[in-house]
């Protein structure tokens, strides 16, 4: 039998971490707006973190779908994009320890990966795991962002109302191992962000914002989100200059906000983003200014 212990290595010398939350994203797989990126960006860039874990991404990657990036410099290679997937470990403002499990959404050996989260989870006594990151939706960007709650026990979630009904979707590392976690007696809960569908192509702040407030609630951690406020603040003012500039896409904006405020009508007033997929505008219908914004915005990333 394959011991799942052998895909990472972990530092030996860790504080008490009984009772922390570990946080888990990984890119690969849908991220709307990059919602969950930009989360993991924000900890890492504005938290004192170390590694404490690390996987062995040779087993789990696959180079040739996703080439790591070198560089070349006149006449030799200079670097090396190194791919991590890795557990951190953080201390939130009130010094509370979480951790965060992010990188490469492995290619192979999804099981045996979603056993050694397992371990790791068993191995510090971690009270819950939260992953989280953006889907599409038919909503307009004017409009609260909605979020969409899964987890192993319904309790966990609380007040989130459902948006989505049955269905099957592709699978995920990520979804794998909640699913698993749960199986194993383990709480794990998922949050998706609702991302304008317009807009899930570019990092849109907005979306990493609500799923960071989620997170908050949830695992009771102090973690302010200034930066990513700013962040927002910056986008949301260059699409509504988009907007203002074309009459075309302001037209699909405002069918949105209709779409969207008589929905919530229609449902007594309860906050949610599901759209009714039929009415739906086609990519097309966003115009050329639209766009152009994204790739602009792409290029600037």
Do not use: C
Not at 279 to 294: H, I, K, V, Y
């Amino acid at each position: 039998m394959f011991d799942p212990t052998d895909l990472y290595e972990v530092d030996s010398e860790l504080p008490e971490l009984s009772g922390a939350v570990l946080l888990h994203q990984l890119d690969g797989f849908m991220d709307a707006g990059q919602a969950g990126t930009l989360v993991s960006e924000h900890l890492k860039t504005n938290w004192d973190n170390r590694v404490v874990a690390r996987f062995d991404v040779d087993r789990l990657i696959d180079y040739r779908a996703r080439r790591p990036v070198m560089t070349f410099d006149t006449d030799h290679w200079e670097s090396y994009d190194t791919p991590e997937l890795a557990v951190r470990l953080f201390h939130d403002e009130a010094g509370t320890p979480f951790l965060l499990l992010s990188g490469p959404e492995p290619d192979a050996m999804w099981e045996r990966y979603a056993a050694a989260v397992r371990t790791l989870v068993e191995r510090w006594d971690v009270r819950m795991t939260v992953s989280f990151h953006g889907i599409p939706m038919g909503a307009p960007h004017t409009r609260p962002l909605g979020v969409t709650a899964h987890a192993t026990r319904r309790e966990l979630i609380g007040d989130y109302e459902p948006v989505l009904n049955r269905l099957e979707v592709p699978g995920s590392a990520l979804n794998l191992t909640e699913f698993r976690l749960g199986e194993a007696g383990h709480d794990a809960v998922g949050f998706a962000a609702h991302v304008p569908h317009y807009l899930a192509q570019s990092r849109y702040p907005a979306a990493a914002l609500t799923v960071l407030g989620s997170i908050t609630r949830l695992a009771g951690l102090s973690l302010p989100d200034e930066a990513l406020r700013a962040a927002s603040r910056r986008t949301d003012a260059e699409i509504a200059r988009q907007v203002a500039e074309s009459d075309e896409v302001a037209d699909v904006v405002h069918a949105l906000e209709r779409q969207y405020d008589l929905f919530v009508e229609a449902m007594d007033g309860k906050k949610t983003l599901l759209a009714d997929e039929s009415s739906m505008p086609t990519a097309e219908e966003l115009g050329a200014e639209f766009e152009r914004f994204l790739a602009e915005q792409d290029r600037r990333d």
